[in-house]
């Protein structure tokens, strides 16, 4: 929880968590067994400006320490930032593979 910048002493209920807090919530418990793959579906969605620098930050310390993550996003700045492989889909389709980030 603390990688994800929540208080694990925080004895708040999950309904009231915002939407920022639930999206970090819900990445701690992608990571919390460790997986060898992370699969993420608009992991920076509801998080404020510095809530997406320190999920990028997290998401490029977990990859350079080899961890694989797939992650599908809308935002082009996540994309550019984060991946190595960008695949473009449209209708389920796969339209366009590239390099990215590497």
Known sequence: MTMCGLDPENRL???KYSLGMRQR???AQAMMENPAVLILDEPMN???INGIREIREL???LKDEGRLIILASHNADDIRILCEV???MDK???VEVQRGNT
Do not use: A, M, S, Y
């Open 13 to 15: 209920p999950v309904r």
């Open 25 to 27: 919530l819900g990445l």
């Open 46 to 48: 509801g998080l404020d």
């Open 59 to 61: 998401l490029l310390k």
């Open 86 to 88: 960008i695949i473009k």
């Open 92 to 94: 389920g389709e796969i």
